[in-house]
């Protein structure tokens, strides 16, 4: 999609959540923050959604780390470097119920934000926003869910799944 699609989308909330009854949106999308929050026509959508009671949850984006695999700070996407925007992160769970041993993803994009406005002159200082996101972290590392059968991802990636594992032949009981 493009960011205009996406403004429209938003318009179209902010226009009819009282006849939906819209309560929540959830943005899992985004793109590079580079605008501060305060000039970014995606944050100042989400901002008049909030100001009308609607809670506005956005993804933090994937670029925690750079090619070389290293862990890298500051790239929150848009419009999750609103702080008006609930920023959800990812978290790598291990596999166990202990949280102790969970970690933020290698993936996940990890603050603080980085968007900036400038001022001088030229406009040659950056002003950076500086938010501390993402706002929370949940489960989002090899995750285990339903699927249809016959889903055509599976059927066409059968390493993928694990009903091909679980899956047995009459004779076998």
Known sequence: GNTAWLLNALEWIKTNHAAYNIKV?????????IDSYTNDPVCI??????????????????????????????????????PSAITVGAVNTLGTDARGDDSITSFSSRGP????????????????????KPDLVAPGNKLVAAAAPNNRIYLGNL????????STDSTDS
């Open 159 to 166: 390493s993928l799944s694990t009903s091909t594992l679980l």
């Open 113 to 132: 934000t980085r968007s900036y406005y400038t001022t001088g002159l030229l406009g040659l200082n950056r002003v950076y926003d500086n938010a501390i």
């Open 25 to 33: 949106i959830n943005l899992s999308l985004g793109g590079p923050a």
């Open 45 to 82: 959508k989400v901002q008049q959604l909030n100001a009308l009671g609607i809670v506005v949850v956005a993804a933090a984006g994937n670029l925690g780390r750079n090619i070389l695999g290293q862990k890298e700070y500051g790239h929150i996407h848009s419009p999750g470097n609103d």
